[in-house]
């Protein structure tokens, strides 16, 4: 019975040892981490000056996938030509002086922050004006080392990228916005980039831009040669469409209601000049102003602009309605110029005509004084007879004047109620204006909107 116990006693501390060895010789992986990053880039083991070898070993160029996250895209601006965006970027390339062993699968991955340890490709963005790193409230920025020797290199940036613009189609247009990347010293000799296979670029589900709408993107090379060698390039095109709500209630909708309230004064009466000549000029002023406020937004360039086309013809029209106040008044002092004069005509050959009537009065009454008295009058009949022959001629005067008038055309009929002396000019001239500058304006609006927006799509092609 005691030599029962004594076996349980030693079996049981036993197994407390053994499991106090186990415990003490579980591995802790974070000083696998350092003694691997101890192994790999160590003093003397590892030279970040020379770049990897090629694909299996070889003595071929170093191949470096990227991709790209677009995070945000800020702000797009015409005046300067260029936008900014904000974007994950990463690289992956194998250098297999980084093999090291991962513990039967149990060390995935080893993580740095600093990039100067091991070897970079030394990418640039070629279209770049101004950039920097996020540092809040960490270095945005990390590499990977897999065990395969496979390196990931991930970094937040920020870019203001220059965008080259045509500007013909505007606000009806659509822009093309590239992002470029190079080798800036080594040659495809040393350092091929491709693309990442499957989804090089990913966008933000949520992007929101104030005035465009990001419509797709296309992915391409960019070789470039100069003096000095080929270099590898790659670049993905964003295709931007600007948003036309904004000019519609900012600019066309506006510009319409100034050349139609320019219309008013030809429903104005001719004589109240002050109110046309208001009119005319504020209108004249307020299409200059809208005018020059739409160009200061936008970039001096040499050729001629939609919103141009659009804001010239909508001031000439302005302008033409402010002329033809100035054509009204001209026609109307005019006609009161000749009709004064005629009245002054009229009084004369008046007084003419009496002075000869009292001549005439007076030379009959010295004739009859100077005749005998005994001299008989003829009286001549009141009434003459059917056959008469002065009677039947002015009987034929009478049917040549009653024959029935030619029906006139309905052009004739519209203008035949305003009568054809000088004074009524001005009157004809703004009924016809009433018609004519509403009609012009709808054709040109027709023209226009047909022109560019067949251009538009003919842009889609893209």
């Not at 071929?60 to 015409?78: C, E, H, L, Q, T």
């Not at 980084?98 to 740095?112: E, V």
């Not at 739409?294 to 919103?307: D, E, F, H, Q, R």
Request: charged share 20%.
């Amino acid at each position: 019975m005691g030599t029962g116990h004594y076996f349980w006693a030693i079996f049981y501390f036993t197994s407390l040892c053994s499991a106090s060895l186990a415990n003490n010789a579980k591995i802790n992986f974070r000083e696998k981490e350092k003694k691997v990053l101890d192994q790999i880039l160590g003093a003397g083991k590892y030279d970040a000056r020379i770049r990897p070898s090629g694909i299996n070993g070889t003595d071929g160029p170093a191949v470096v996938r990227v991709n790209i996250f677009v995070r945000s895209i800020s702000k797009i601006d015409d005046v300067t030509m260029e936008y900014s965006v904000q974007l994950t970027f990463r690289e992956q390339w194998t250098d297999e002086r980084l093999k090291f062993d991962d513990i039967q699968g149990r060390l995935k991955y080893l993580t740095l922050t600093e990039a100067n340890r091991v070897w970079m490709p030394d990418l640039f963005f070629s279209n770049e004006k101004e950039g920097h790193f996020h540092n809040i409230i960490m270095p945005n920025v990390y590499i990977r080392i897999f065990p395969n020797g496979s390196v990931l290199y991930s970094i937040r940036i920020s870019l203001t990228l220059a965008c080259p613009m045509n500007l013909k189609l505007y606000p009806l247009d659509r822009q093309i916005c590239s992002l470029r990347m190079a080798s800036y010293g080594w040659t495809t000799n040393d350092l091929v980039f491709l693309w990442k296979e499957g989804d090089p670029v990913q966008v933000v589900k949520n992007l929101h831009l104030p005035r465009f709408t990001l419509e797709k993107f296309l992915t391409d090379y960019c070789n470039s040669k100069t003096n000095t060698g080929e270099y590898s390039c790659l670049k993905v095109d964003l295709l931007f469409k600007r948003e036309f709500s904004y000019y519609l209630i900012q600019i066309y909708i506006p510009c319409c209601m100034l050349v139609i309230v320019s219309w008013v004064s030809f429903w104005l009466d001719q004589g109240a000049v002050p109110a046309r000549v208001s009119l005319g000029v504020t209108t004249l002023l307020t299409m200059a102003t809208q005018t020059s406020g739409i160009n200061a937004s936008l970039p001096p360039v040499s050729y001629t602009k939609a919103i141009d086309v659009w804001t010239g013809v909508c001031l000439t029209f302005v302008f033409g309605a402010l002329l033809e106040f100035a054509l009204v008044n001209y026609a109307s002092r005019s006609g009161l110029n000749k009709a004064n004069r005629a009245a002054d005509m009229h009084k004369e050959n008046m007084k003419k005509k009496r002075r000869d009537l009292e001549q005439a009065s007076l030379d009959a009454a010295s004739d009859l004084l100077d005749t005998d008295s005994n001299a008989t009058f003829a009286m001549k009949p009141l009434v003459r007879h059917p056959g008469d022959p002065l009677a039947l001629e002015k009987l034929r005067q009478c049917e040549v004047h009653m024959q029935p008038p030619k029906r006139p055309s309905c052009c004739k009929t519209w203008l035949s109620k305003f009568p054809t002396r000088q004074c009524s000019r001005s009157k004809r001239i703004d009924v016809i204006s009433r018609i004519t500058f509403p009609l012009v304006f709808a054709l040109f609006n027709l023209v226009y909107w047909s022109t560019y927006l067949f251009r538009e799509e003919e842009d889609e092609t893209f």
